[in-house]
Protein backbone atom coordinates (compact mmCIF):
# COMPACT_ATOMS: atom_id res chain seq x y z
CA UNK A 1 0.00 0.00 0.00
CA UNK A 2 2.64 2.11 1.23
CA UNK A 3 5.49 3.11 -1.63
CA UNK A 4 7.98 4.03 0.81
CA UNK A 5 7.51 2.51 4.29
CA UNK A 6 9.36 3.95 7.31
CA UNK A 7 11.49 1.87 9.33
CA UNK A 8 10.27 0.66 12.71
CA UNK A 9 11.89 3.25 15.27
CA UNK A 10 9.80 5.92 12.65
CA UNK A 11 7.01 4.22 12.99
CA UNK A 12 4.58 6.20 15.92
CA UNK A 13 3.11 4.11 18.67
CA UNK A 14 -0.34 3.71 16.91
CA UNK A 15 0.76 1.98 13.94
CA UNK A 16 0.58 -1.51 14.55
CA UNK A 17 3.04 -3.87 13.05
CA UNK A 18 1.07 -6.37 12.55
CA UNK A 19 -0.71 -5.17 9.59
CA UNK A 20 2.39 -4.69 7.57
CA UNK A 21 4.19 -8.14 6.46
CA UNK A 22 7.25 -6.92 6.52
CA UNK A 23 7.07 -5.62 9.82
CA UNK A 24 6.16 -8.96 11.17
CA UNK A 25 9.54 -10.32 9.83
CA UNK A 26 11.34 -7.41 11.40
CA UNK A 27 9.74 -8.18 14.68
CA UNK A 28 9.73 -11.63 14.86
Given at each position: MRS???PPT???A???PL???QVQTVCK
Open positions: SAPARPSFSLDP
